[in-house]
């Protein structure tokens, strides 16, 4: 199995028409650049080499066929196959690598080669315990890919300490995703009729999985999740996520409220691609898996939860590939850039509609009052 990178913590704001994010930025075709060294793609370099650029931030044009951007990634497993990367330099220029494949957040990994077309990320060693010294039973994911124009092709596989591999090579593709503009007039937006998600019944609904339990319940306009547990009262992770079988939603203004249940954790997926986190996480301190937050993305701005049991509200608008949040009358995320997907997205294409899918093998949750309003222009 390889997977790969992910983000060092979540400030994003945007710097010219770059997209910047923990010292990562993509910049647009053209490296515009605030440092003005990058006026053009010929004069920065990346057409032909992207380390000659002399920029303090990474230069990252999406016409110059270099490894740098950001990439959706088809990964070879017949469900759960999405994953992304984005590869770019630091403040100081030096290359930084964050990959989510499959599950769970970004993470970081180090970039141990990169030319004008291909590159070598590895991440950090497993050290098993009680082996520590024992470099064959070392464990860590190895990537590489080569770059033509837009198409990345690449393998993983894991090596052990002395870099030797340990499993056959998997092959994956990939495809460069278009630089994100600047963040868009929100009261430019015109919204269509709006569509009441919950106004019908179970069978406007899919359980997704095979073979998985079905906890799902709509009566009364409350949408339930009630898990399997183990006799110790635990998960037993058989249970299925739900989506709408309606997949024609792409920009949008979602409401609803969440029951969050003690130890809950849940998540809307906006798209099918990008989750709005449930989780009961009152009193803690902001975090970027919190309640509400775009996951393992963004960490909110305050921390605005209630208590588990309440009905919490949460208002998302998702325009032009930007993101708004709004908890219990708090806005915790301010149309910031929408990076990537998230883990246990259905797709890594971010430019297709899809449906709503509210994750369900964790732990139980209610919902209610959700309203669609698709912006149409």
């Not at 030096?94 to 494949?101: D, G, R, S």
């Not at 709005?276 to 309640?291: A, C, E, F, R, T």
């Not at 775009?294 to 930007?322: C, I």
């Not at 430019?351 to 994750?359: D, E, K, M, S």
Request: some cysteine; overall charge positive.
């Amino acid at each position: 199995m390889c997977y790969n990178v992910g983000m060092k913590n979540s400030a994003i704001n945007l710097l010219a028409v770059g997209v910047v994010s923990a010292g990562i930025v993509i910049f647009a075709p053209g490296c515009a650049s605030s440092c003005g060294s990058c006026r053009t793609q010929a004069s920065c370099g990346c057409a032909t080499a992207p380390e000659a650029c002399t920029c303090a931030s990474p230069c990252a044009c999406a016409d110059c066929g270099c490894p740098y951007g950001s990439w959706a990634l088809a990964l070879p497993y017949p469900d759960m196959n999405a994953g992304h990367l984005i590869l770019s330099k630091d403040s100081g220029g030096k290359p930084e690598a964050l990959l989510l494949w499959r599950w769970g957040s970004p993470t970081p990994a180090d970039v141990t080669a990169i030319d004008g077309k291909s590159f070598t990320i590895q991440r950090p060693f497993n050290k098993p315990k009680g082996k520590e010294n024992d470099k064959a039973a070392w464990r860590a994911l190895r990537v590489s890919g080569t770059v033509n124009g837009k198409v990345l092709v690449a393998t993983c596989c894991n090596v052990d300490g002395n870099g030797r591999p340990v499993d056959k090579p998997m092959a994956f593709s990939g495809k460069r995703n278009p630089p994100i503009g600047p963040a868009p007039d929100m009261s430019k937006a015109i919204y269509g009729k709006p569509v009441d998600i919950l106004s019908g019944t179970m069978d406007d609904f899919a359980l997704m999985g095979e073979g998985k339990i079905n906890g799902w319940t709509l009566k009364d306009g409350v949408l339930s999740n009630r898990i399997t547990r183990d006799k110790n009262g635990k998960s037993v992770h058989k249970n299925g996520n739900l989506r709408t079988k309606r997949a024609d939603f792409y920009d949008f203004n979602l409401k609803y409220e969440v029951r969050v249940l003690p130890g809950c954790n849940s998540g809307v997926y906006l798209r099918g691609i990008y989750e709005i986190q449930v989780l009961d996480s009152y009193g803690k301190p902001v975090d970027m898996h919190n309640m509400a937050a775009y996951y393992g993305r963004v960490t909110p701005s305050v921390a605005a939860e209630k208590p588990a049991g309440e009905w919490q509200s949460v208002d998302v608008t998702l325009y032009k590939r930007h993101l708004t949040v709004v908890l219990n009358g708090t806005k915790i995320i301010d149309n910031v850039p929408v990076t990537g997907i998230t883990g246990g997205a259905m797709t890594a294409n971010e430019f297709a509609p899809g449906p709503l899918y509210i994750q369900g093998d964790h732990s139980d949750a209610d919902f209610r009052n959700m309203v669609l309003k698709p912006i149409v222009k």
